[in-house]
């Protein structure tokens, strides 16, 4: 395992890390260049994969050697030339960034081996997979002199040249990395910045209470009035094209074969990629505009913390939960109140916000999903169900806590999943001492 850090008496104050994706104009050549560097990132993880899985697994068990990211980079610094000599004109840091990740994620595997070796129920970690040719195409380049520059709405891509961006960055400071990525057959690049300015001390400003829901995305309840944002449901609002554009792949898959591709389905496929991009598309601008503004308030701001994985395995909601973002919609609210001083309070997932009535605090046993308007049968008060959660949830008495931690702490400590699979090398596998970094 890599070495601690030793702390210093002198803590540095705390920096903002944002983020930027920006659209690409590329040219024939550039595309060209772009689609071979995911390729060569794809093989070197790939290759990363296969070498550390022949050096770990062995026929009695999973006792053989543990590779570390180094060793992984020199086994293919070594090999490369001979057998991938075709990456010699490209970007030598694209592979080693590629082994990284898998490195990465070889890393958190292991130590959830070890913690479920050890009896802690942890949220399940599955051991990495092959990268398939044609999906998730990226390649990625870290700080230092083969990072991306920009220089106004240009990007110098190492060994693809000046490419023009549709925009200018938003962001100041240091590019930490920069990420290329194709999406439906359009080019991003994403940027990582350590932006200048601190990390801003908490606003004074009213507390606000949401309760996240599928009808309507959230309840907001700030102490004097609810207000209610409204669920835009871009999947639902496209069921049409998309039934049309299924059918035909299903067709054409069963006339054809499954495998026998032809330019036919290959531009189904990418018609169905554009559909499913401009529904990302529509949900992210809406979320977007919401959680700024929320965050922008000041004040603290408290969200429920729901079960969306459980809420997936029904059947009925399952499309529904899809559609909302839910998880999205938090994640981007928990970043943005940081980066303008708004506290973020994240309420346990137990508390029966739904149930407890916001006049007097009496609890009902059962509350069916079906009941939408809360009745309380102590004192008589009646409320919009949402509306109800919501003051219950701006009452909540609770300690600020950083949404960071809370992320990395909910990645630790979620049980797993019940529906889970696990192999017979999974289940068997301790976590190693890593000494080679």
């Known amino acids: 395992m890599p070495a601690k850090r030793k702390s210093t008496s002198q803590a540095k104050p705390e920096v903002l890390y944002k983020a930027h994706r920006i659209a690409l104009d590329l040219t024939d050549r550039q595309a060209t260049l772009c689609l071979q560097h995911c390729g060569f990132a794809r093989v070197a993880g790939n290759w990363a994969l296969d070498t550390f899985r022949e050096a770990w697994f062995t026929e009695t068990g999973t006792d053989g050697e543990w590779l570390s990211d180094m060793d992984l980079r020199k086994g293919f610094n070594a090999v490369k030339r001979d057998v991938y000599s075709w990456s010699a004109d490209l970007c030598q840091h694209v592979g080693k960034n590629a082994i990284r990740h898998m490195a990465d994620g070889l890393q958190r595997w292991g130590r959830y081996c070890q913690a479920r070796n050890a009896g802690r129920k942890v949220r399940r970690v599955g051991f990495p997979k092959h990268r398939r040719k044609g999906r998730h195409m990226s390649f990625t380049f870290t700080n230092g002199r083969h990072t991306a520059r920009v220089d106004g709405q240009h990007v110098y891509i190492p060994a693809v040249g000046w490419v023009r961006m549709r925009e200018a960055l938003r962001f100041t400071g240091d590019i930490l990395s920069a990420t290329v ?23 004074p400003g009213p507390v606000i209470g949401i309760d996240m829901g599928i009808k309507m995305l959230a309840a907001l309840w700030d102490g004097d009035e609810i207000t209610e944002i409204a669920n835009p449901r871009p999947l639902q609002a496209a069921p049409a094209e ?13 006339v054809h074969g499954k495998h ?24 992210n601008d809406h979320h977007h505009k919401v959680t700024t503004a929320l965050a922008r308030r000041g004040g603290t701001v408290k969200v429920e913390t729901l ?6 395995q029904n059947n009925r909601l399952a499309r529904a939960v899809h559609d909302a973002g839910m998880g999205e919609f938090v994640r981007m609210l928990a970043h ?13 997932r137990w508390y029966p916000s739904s149930k407890t009535c916001s006049r007097c605090g009496a609890r009902k046993q059962a509350l069916l999903l079906s009941e939408r308007t809360y009745r309380c049968v102590a004192c008589g008060f009646e409320c919009e169900r949402d509306a109800n959660a919501a003051r219950n949830i701006q009452a909540f008495h609770t300690a600020a806590r950083s949404a960071v931690a809370d992320a990395e702490t909910r990645k630790t400590d979620r049980p797993a999943g019940p529906h889970g699979r696990r192999s017979v090398n999974q289940t068997e596998s301790p976590f190693p001492v890593n000494t080679g970094s």
């Open 336 to 348: 943005k109140c940081a980066w303008h001083g708004t506290a973020f309070v994240q309420i346990d």
């Open 181 to 203: 990525s194709l999406k439906a057959g359009r080019w991003f690049v994403s940027f990582q910045v350590e932006t200048a300015d601190c990390k801003p001390a908490l606003r």
């Open 307 to 312: 079960n969306l994985s459980g809420m997936a």
């Open 242 to 254: 998309l039934r049309r554009v299924n059918k035909a792949i299903a067709r054409s898959c069963k």
């Open 260 to 283: 026998n591709h032809s330019h036919r389905r290959e531009g189904l496929y990418a018609e169905r990629q554009h559909l499913y991009a401009k529904v990302s598309h529509i949900r």
